[in-house]
């Protein structure tokens, strides 16, 4: 049954399985094991975030294509559900609306860069994907009667998925019984189902064709496989989930802005969060998406406490400030590299 | 003689300023092993991947069972029946025996009386079935990249180099395999470095240099004529 659920790709390493699983049961049970408005953002950005990095690894890690455009679908998608909302009102089917239109759009667009790309070296793509994923920032930086410019789009979501919405009364567990806590398992259930089916996708005969043209593409070729067709197809599934992605979080915030979908920061994180976990394995999204996030959000708090209780010591404190969480963030993100140069997931498997 | 299996009329082959191939005419007859032999770097690898298609023909063509297939994209080379063992093996390494054999099967499933056939042929292949194909030694990667190739039936192989660099044992392993895939009744064109090999296994006989073809023949014309070695490849096959 699990086999099935996970497509036969077990995690292989009893530290991995054990962590994964206390991942799972610590999204799953998020509301109720950490009842704050801020731990519960975390655990819904943990959710989303693993779909999109999982969706970028299967265009690197699997495919061996890289990519500065998953900001840009993951955007896509983003702006999709606002546009929606916006305009067709609030309700589940505007969201769906946005959500499929989104993708369909970011597909569409991979589509079209990928056909002019890929035919040639790996990196004129990247280099492609850097040029059109820049210019459609600026396009809804400029657009702003339809964008909303720099501000970005608040808008609204149905009313069932908003705090105001009491599904039961009273509590369950100590949690209010609202349309919040609907909106954190339609997040939560989107993003388990979104990553299973990559999980079906990596693992199909699909996915392993792609991991021949990774390693060897005039081998796949000389095989018989049309390895441009490949990676187009790749780039099209990973741009249409990772606009999913976006949706998601657009849902999630009820807000859509350039900075919080479509910025080169993002990107970055991206790219940090597939190396840290490891490429080539989705339970890699999961582990580095996860420490990324929790370091990204909680990492000056615990500087914070750390600096207090060193309050006394000379040099230290000032090292330990909080506000020097990003200095701390990328030597944990150099030392995860020089441990862990396969990932986490690779090292643990080989272990 | 029936119509052959390949023909090169003419080939050029260029890869970026250097003129590799200057005119190759090559015959590779039915249910034959054709030996392409000749010094290093005399464009015998260059000959195989234009076949294939990895590298352009920019003039000259080359006929598959009378079909020209000059031009066309390397994966319908493959489909057309051509199976090919680059020098380089070619593995995927991340992947496991058996799914380097199942993408290998392009037409569908594997078929498990030929799958039982290459484990009689290569045994190693069945031992590590389910390892990555990249913790293997170097004489079980090229086994499985030459099973890889007889996976399903083709109307031409093209074998460059599979005894290099192998222990006599496994050069043994891989003389019988290609054996047996001709008494199947296969075409093969092979380029080999071993002239015990080349002598063994060749039914006709090619010898490149610098780009062209310069003689072509039986094997056994080959073999039986020293000063012909010598003039050809500058070396005697007796010494080997």
Redesign the interface.
């Known amino acids: 049954m699990l086999k099935t659920l996970l497509s036969g790709d077990m995690p292989r390493a009893p530290i991995l399985s054990a962590l994964l699983v206390v991942i799972l049961i610590c999204l799953a049970l998020a509301p109720f094991l950490f009842p704050g408005v801020r731990s519960v953002d975390t655990a819904a950005r943990i959710c989303i975030f693993i779909v999109l990095v999982a969706s970028y690894d299967l265009l690197l890690g699997y495919g061996g294509i890289v990519s500065f455009a998953h900001t840009m679908f993951f955007g896509l998608g983003a702006y999709g559900v606002a546009l929606a909302s916006t305009h067709l009102g609030r309700g589940f089917d505007s969201l769906l609306i946005g959500t499929l239109g989104g993708a369909a759009v970011a597909a569409t667009l991979a589509l079209v860069i990928g056909l002019f790309s890929l035919r040639v070296r790996a990196i004129f793509f990247a280099m492609i994907t850097l040029a059109v994923a820049s210019a459609v920032a600026v396009l809804v930086s400029q657009l702003s009667g339809l964008t909303g410019g720099e501000d970005g789009l608040s808008f609204k979501i149905p009313r069932a998925l908003g705090p105001a919405f009491k599904f039961a009364d009273g509590e369950i567990f100590g949690v209010k019984a609202n349309g919040k806590l609907l909106k954190y398992y339609l997040i939560f259930g989107a993003c388990l189902i979104l990553f299973l089916l990559m999980l079906r996708i990596v693992n199909s005969?699909f996915g392993?064709?792609l991991?021949?043209i990774r390693?060897?593409d005039?081998?796949?070729?000389?095989?018989?496989?049309?390895?441009v067709h490949y990676r187009v197809a790749a780039t099209c599934l990973s741009a249409a989930i990772a606009a999913c992605a976006g949706a998601l979080y657009a849902i999630w915030l009820r807000y859509v802005g350039p900075d919080t979908t479509l910025s080169m920061e993002i990107m970055i994180d991206i790219l940090l969060m597939v190396v840290i976990g490891g490429m080539?394995t989705m339970y890699g999204a999961v582990i580095g998406a996860t420490l990324f996030v929790l370091a990204q959000n909680y990492l000056q708090n615990l500087l914070s406490l750390a600096g207090d209780s060193v309050a006394t010591l000379p040099l230290l404190p000032d090292l330990l400030n909080a506000d020097r969480w990003l200095l701390w963030l990328g030597v944990l993100f150099i030392l995860s590299v020089y441990f862990f140069p396969t990932g986490i997931v690779g090292r643990l498997r080989n272990n | 003689m029936s119509d052959p299996i390949l023909k090169l009329e003419g080939v050029f082959t260029n890869i970026a300023q250097y003129h590799i191939l200057q005119g190759v005419d090559l015959t590779v007859p039915r249910g034959e092993v054709t030996m392409l032999l000749g010094r290093n770097g005399v464009g015998k690898t260059t000959t195989l991947r234009t076949i294939?298609g990895?590298w352009r023909a920019h003039q000259g063509r080359v006929l598959l069972d009378g079909t020209d297939i000059t031009g066309l994209?390397?994966?319908q080379i493959?489909?057309a029946g051509i199976g090919?063992v680059?020098e380089d093996m070619?593995?995927?390494?991340?992947?496991t025996v058996e799914?380097n054999m199942?993408?290998?099967a392009?037409s569908g499933p594997i078929d498990q009386t030929r799958l039982q056939w290459l484990f009689t042929v290569f045994p190693a292949l069945e031992t590590f079935w389910k390892k990555d194909a990249g913790t293997l030694s170097g004489g079980q990667k090229q086994m499985l990249s030459i099973a890889?190739a007889m996976i399903e039936e083709r109307t031409l192989y093209l074998i460059d180099e599979p005894t290099k660099g192998l222990a006599p044992a496994i050069i043994t392993t891989m003389a019988r395999a290609i054996k047996e895939l001709k008494a199947q009744g296969a075409s093969i064109l092979l380029v080999e470095q071993n002239f015990a090999v080349a002598k063994a296994l060749g039914d006709s006989a090619n010898v490149m240099d610098d780009g062209r073809m310069i003689w072509s023949g039986r094997m056994s014309e080959l073999t039986e004529d020293t000063a012909l070695q010598e003039r050809l490849m500058g070396l005697s096959m007796e010494a080997h």
Do not use: K
């Open positions: 005969p392993r064709v991991q021949s390693e060897n005039f081998r796949a070729e000389a095989i018989g496989y049309r390895v080539g | 294939i990895h994209p390397t994966p493959a489909r090919f680059p070619g593995i995927f390494a991340d992947l799914e199942i993408l290998a392009v890889r």
